[in-house]
């Protein structure tokens, strides 16, 4: 046994000093640039804007001052509900020369709602099984314009 652990002890000790002997060098990428100027034209200017802003978005601001009675009740009842992930909008557009509500809800198979100025469902432009609605509006994607985002579940 005392014959084992000594051949155990010097092979080990010969494989640490043997490898740290290999001439292993870390090489990290400090050339300097090919002109020798760090602020050189080694790196093109950029040939287009960013696509991605990390800076923190702003407070979305909201159109408060045209909400109707039965829509603020509605997001009050959005309000007394667990957050939705997605989290629950409400956009108005103009569709066929008229002012629309559309809602979307949060995930999996929920229908989203279109409704008119007055508050009636007109239609579900998106959603359930199809992930295409109800089919009543098929058109409602391309013809609307005029998009205003009117709340937006802030939890």
């Not at 991605?52 to 959005?78: K, M, V, Y």
């Not at 295409?132 to 005029?146: E, I, L, S, V, Y």
């Amino acid at each position: 046994m005392r014959l084992f652990l000594s051949v155990a002890v010097t092979s080990l000790a010969v494989f640490l000093s043997t490898a740290c002997n290999r001439g292993v060098t870390v090489n990290t990428p400090t050339d300097p640039p090919v002109t020798g100027n760090v602020n050189g034209t080694d790196t093109p200017n950029p040939t287009s804007t960013n696509t991605t802003d990390l800076r923190p978005p702003r407070a979305t601001a909201f159109d408060t001052t045209s909400r109707p009675g039965w829509l603020e009740a509605r997001i009050q009842s959005h309000l007394a509900e667990p957050k939705q992930n997605p989290a629950v909008q409400v956009s108005r557009y103009l569709y066929k020369g008229k002012v629309v509500y559309y809602e979307t809800l949060g995930c999996c198979d929920q229908f989203s709602n279109l409704y008119d100025a007055k508050g009636k469902l007109i239609c579900h432009p998106e959603g359930g099984l199809t992930g295409r609605g109800d089919g009543q509006c098929p058109d409602f994607d391309k013809n609307k314009t005029g998009e205003l985002l009117v709340w937006r579940d802030p939890r």
